[in-house]
Structure formats: C-alpha cells, structure tokens
C-alpha cells in the first residue's frame, strides 16, 4: 500500500526530525514507527519502511561523527559486527511474528520503551581512562549483540539505549557514546533493511522520501552534537524522553 502524497511529505518531515534527534540523543523511531502505523501502514511493514529509511540518517550521522575524529576505529572492528549479527537475529524473528500478534506488542513496546527511558537513573560522570570498549571488548561486542537484536526486532529508543550503555558500563563520555552508538545503530539498520527488503516488507515509495529527509535531519543532528558537546546531548535526550512520555500518554488516553 501508498499512502497519499500529503501523507508522504508529512511522514518526510517527521524522518527530517527523527534523523535529526537520533543524531543526537536517539529515540528517532519513537516519532517514525507512530507516524508510519498513524498513515495506516501494518506493523510489519510499518517496520520494514523505518528501516528502510533509518539506515540514511544512521548512516549520515555516522559520517559526520567520522570528519569530526569521535568514532574510534579499534571498538568499531569490535560494535559493527556485534551489531550486525545482533541485528540479524532480531529482524529475522519479528517475521515470524503474525500481523494481528505484532500490532498490540508493537504498541506496547512504544510504552515500555517510553517508559524506561524516562524513569532510567541518571548516568553517572565518564571515567578517565581508553576509549570505551577498547579495554573491555568482550562487553562491548556484547552490548552491540544485544541492543542490536532489539533493534531488528522493533528498533526504537535503540540509539539512547546505546549511548547510555556505553557511559554506564564502559564509562564513555556523552559525545563519544554517541558517535560509537551510530557504529551499532547503522550496522544494525544496515542489517535489518536488507532482510526486510528480500522479504518485501520495506514500502520504497515511503521509505525512500522518508530516507531523503533522514539524511539531511542526521547531518544536521550530528553537527549539533559535535558543535555543542556533551552537555547538549544530555540535555536532547531529557528533552526527547519527556517529549515522547507525553506524546504516547497522550495517544494512550485516546484510546
């Protein structure tokens, strides 16, 4: 199914500022996974199309964090194929699921994911020292394995999960957790469109203007980020959990 063309340049919009929040602080998909099942896609195919159009904005914001030197070459080698492998798994499973099963557990994951990243402690303060995952690869790899799986199996509130992870047990600042987290995200998207796509579950005509606007949201998120540091990111991921908690709460009162 197509949705209308109006449909379509709304749903644009709300990837632009989707990949431009994911950039930053994560959480993109807990605006593009309701925008697109509100346009009346399935669940399946709702999301099939987010993948379809996220791998864009991971991948630009990856990018930008590279021409700004904070992704760390030594815990890509170990994240990008946790990632990938993690992601696999969990796009593979979510095909199994029926329809009629996905289409409450999808809304209920919303919720979940809403409600954990709003109630989550507080992540303490970096600790000195190498790079995240460049001491611990073991926990790193298995970090990227797990949220990764997740990822391909719903995908949102991936990337907030990541960052947070990432300063919580491996003691990366705020602004290189979010760059290593992109490393993870894109392998993950990376992985999970290309299963959904052999599957016929992505809807191209969405998912490619979808992915024009996540492009451009990502680089301009990223630059963000870069340009404001750490205490920007911890303030856009406050800002997108508060502002995700109230639009799902109010979802949930209609009904």
């Not at 020292?129 to 298995?142: E, H, I, V």
């Not at 392998?187 to 999970?192: G, T």
């Not at 492009?215 to 920007?232: E, P, Q, S």
Request: avoid cysteine; charged fraction near 10%.
């Amino acid at each position: 199914m197509t949705p209308s063309p109006t449909t379509i340049a709304l749903l644009t919009g709300a990837a632009t500022l989707a990949g431009a929040v994911d950039a930053v602080a994560g959480g993109g998909g807990l605006v593009t996974v309701p925008a697109l099942l509100a346009a009346g896609l399935p669940p399946d195919l709702a999301l099939g199309t987010n993948k379809g159009q996220s791998v864009f904005g991971s991948g630009a914001a990856l990018l930008r964090y590279a021409r700004a030197g904070l992704v760390d070459g030594r815990m890509a080698r170990i994240t990008f194929p946790a990632g990938l492998a993690g992601s696999l798994g969990g796009a593979a499973l979510v095909l199994l699921v029926p329809p009629a099963t996905l289409r409450p557990m999808v809304l209920v994951l919303l919720l979940a994911v809403a409600a954990v990243l709003a109630f989550r402690p507080a992540a303490p303060a970096p600790r000195a020292g190498p790079r995240a995952g460049t001491s611990r690869p073991g926990l790193a790899a298995a970090i990227a394995l797990a949220i990764g799986a997740y990822d391909g199996f719903f995908g949102p509130g991936t990337g907030t999960f990541l960052i947070f992870a990432f300063v919580i047990f491996l003691g990366a600042g705020m602004q290189e957790a979010s760059a290593d987290a992109k490393v993870v995200n894109f392998a993950s998207n990376l992985a999970a469109v290309l299963l959904f796509a052999g599957r016929g579950v992505v809807v191209w005509p969405v998912a490619l203007p979808m992915a024009a606007g996540q492009f451009a949201g990502g680089l301009l998120g990223a630059h963000v980020a870069v340009r404001g540091g750490d205490r920007l990111v911890r303030v856009v991921v406050l800002a997108v959990v508060a502002a995700l908690v109230v639009k799902l709460g109010a979802d949930l009162a209609r009904g």
